[in-house]
T-cell receptor, first 114, second 111 residues
Framework: DTAVSQTPKYLVTQMGNDKSIKCEQN?????MYWYKQDSKKFLKIMFS???????INETVPNRFSPKSPDKAHLNLHINSLELGDSAVYFC?????????????FGPGTRLLVL | KNEVEQSPQNLTAQEGEFITINCSYS?????LHWLQQHPGGGIVSLFM???GKKKHGRLIATINIQEKHSSLHITASHPRDSAVYIC?????????????FGAGTILRVKS
């Protein structure tokens, strides 16, 4: 069974479109994350939720909106896609709070904006 | 200047060689992570440590808190170890509770 899953794996879309990426974890973790990996392979945190509450919100455009319907899911919606949004987006999960632990990563979603 | 510096950026080794990848950081941390990113893109967490040394199979991670430095060693390297190795630190005081990543070390092990 996949611990952290993301859909879709690949996403090719036109500039200006709106798209969503979904993430689910079955590890019983209470904290989930979205990371962006740019063309230079540099990973950077975008958002983190703990028990459905937003706890990390980095400087990302307002076009990016995370949504956590429950502890096991963290979705990322992107409005008005731009060329610079092309990247690999990774979801991850861990135990949080005082027990912040090892992060488990999803397989990544490769987004290409044309 | 990145808050987490890794060296070398690229490393090519012959199968069987002992490999060391270094990570230096500039702030007090609560934990340091070593991650492996496979050529296919998947990311796996190798170690999380806050002091001393950890070993898993042929991989050994050490950390020196006073010197703000960590090393990842691979003994008896194998072509399947070819990957990008990424160091990341967590500092609740400096960075909230997020991970800050190094740029990665690209390792290629030739047979």
């Amino acid at each position: 069974d996949t611990a952290v899953s993301q859909t879709p794996k690949y996403l090719v879309t036109q500039m200006g479109n709106d798209k969503s990426i979904k993430c689910e974890q079955n590890l019983g973790h209470d904290t989930m994350y979205w990371y962006k990996q740019d063309s230079k392979k540099f990973l950077k945190i975008m958002f983190s939720y703990n028990n459905k509450e937003l706890i990390i919100n980095e400087t990302v455009p307002n076009r990016f909106s995370p949504k956590s319907p429950d502890k096991a899911h963290l979705n990322l919606h992107i409005n008005s896609l731009e060329l610079g949004d092309s990247a690999v987006y990774f979801c991850a999960s861990s135990l949080g709070g005082a027990r912040v632990g090892t992060q488990y990563f999803g397989p990544g979603t490769r987004l290409l904006v044309l | 200047k990145n808050e987490v510096e890794q060296s070398p950026q690229n490393l090519t080794a012959q199968e069987g060689e002992f490999i060391t990848i270094n990570c230096s950081y500039s702030v007090g941390i609560s934990a340091l992570h070593w991650l492996q990113q496979h050529p296919g893109g998947g990311i796996v967490s190798l170690f999380m440590l806050s002091s001393g040394k950890k070993k898993h199979g042929r991989l050994i991670a050490t950390i020196n808190i006073q010197e703000k430095h960590s090393s990842l060693h691979i003994t008896a390297s194998h072509p399947r170890d070819s990957a990008v190795y990424i160091c990341a630190v967590r500092s609740s005081r400096e960075y909230g509770n997020k991970l800050v990543f190094g740029a990665g070390t690209i390792l290629r092990v030739k047979s």
